[in-house]
């Protein structure tokens, strides 16, 4: 089955510690996407990644850093620098061209404690 | 600044009437745009798109139109069912600026009620 995966669905972190989410898509696509969902509010895009080994910032990249060493895979790091990182992220990812749809994984839920 | 938005944060139905979910956006360069439906803890999944070249497109009971010079697009479904009961957002893109990347509405909570 193809797909996207993020793991894990739930992760807590201590305060001042880096934390990694792993985002692996097998559908073959080129892009891939890191947004954040706060509650009640829309998708905010942190960064994206349209080839491996080259990625853009989006509109809310302080504090996350990314990496595109592979097509299939695109990790997120939330660092400590970023001022509150507990929220719900979704990984997508997409083909290149116009006229097609992002498909997202399941989200990992970050809490801070 | 907020480049799309969906102003009604929330919507109530009947179980077979019509929902009609509004968006708006600003960016007249945007030339894509899509509806995703999202449940609580999931991620959003794609339900239909158009591109700027049209004005309407269809696919079973959700159909999506767009008004560029309103800078508008609704999303219609008919008849709504108890299943359809989740967040709606819109999102936009500007394929020729930078691929794929969507910006999103903030969401509308639709309940269908039985």
């Known amino acids: 089955d193809g797909g996207i995966t993020q793991s894990p669905k739930y992760l807590f972190r201590k305060e001042g510690q880096n934390v990694t989410l792993s985002c692996e898509q097998n559908?073959?696509?080129?892009?891939m996407y890191w947004y954040r969902q706060d509650p009640g509010q829309g998708l905010r895009l942190i960064y994206y990644?349209?080839?491996?080994?080259?990625?853009q910032k989006g509109d809310i990249a302080e504090g996350y850093s990314v990496s595109r060493e592979k097509k299939e895979s695109f990790p997120l790091t939330v660092t400590s620098a970023q001022k509150n990182p507990t929220a719900f992220y979704l990984c997508?990812?997409?083909?290149?061209?116009?006229?097609?749809?992002?498909?997202f994984g399941q989200g990992t839920r970050l809490t801070v404690v | 600044d907020q480049q799309v938005k969906q102003n009604s944060p929330s919507l109530s139905v009947q179980e077979g009437r019509i929902s009609i979910l509004n968006c708006d956006y600003t960016?007249?360069?945007?030339?894509?745009f899509l509806w995703y439906k999202k449940y609580p803890a999931e991620g959003p999944t794609f339900l239909i798109s158009?591109?700027?070249?049209?004005d309407k497109n269809e696919d079973g009971r959700f159909t999506v139109f767009l008004n560029k010079s309103a800078k508008h697009l609704s999303l219609h479904i008919v008849p709504s069912q108890p299943g359809d009961s989740a967040v709606y957002f819109c999102?936009?893109?500007?394929?020729?600026?930078?691929?794929?990347?969507?910006?999103f509405g903030g969401g509308t909570r639709v309940l269908v009620k039985p």
């Open positions: 559908l073959n696509h080129d892009a």
């Open positions: 997508a990812s997409s083909l290149r061209g116009s006229d097609t749809e992002a498909f």
């Open positions: 990644s349209q080839i491996v080994n080259d990625f």
């Open positions: 999102a936009a893109s500007i394929f020729k600026a930078a691929g794929n990347k969507l910006t």
């Open positions: 158009i591109s700027s070249i049209k």
């Open positions: 960016n007249s360069m945007f030339d894509y």
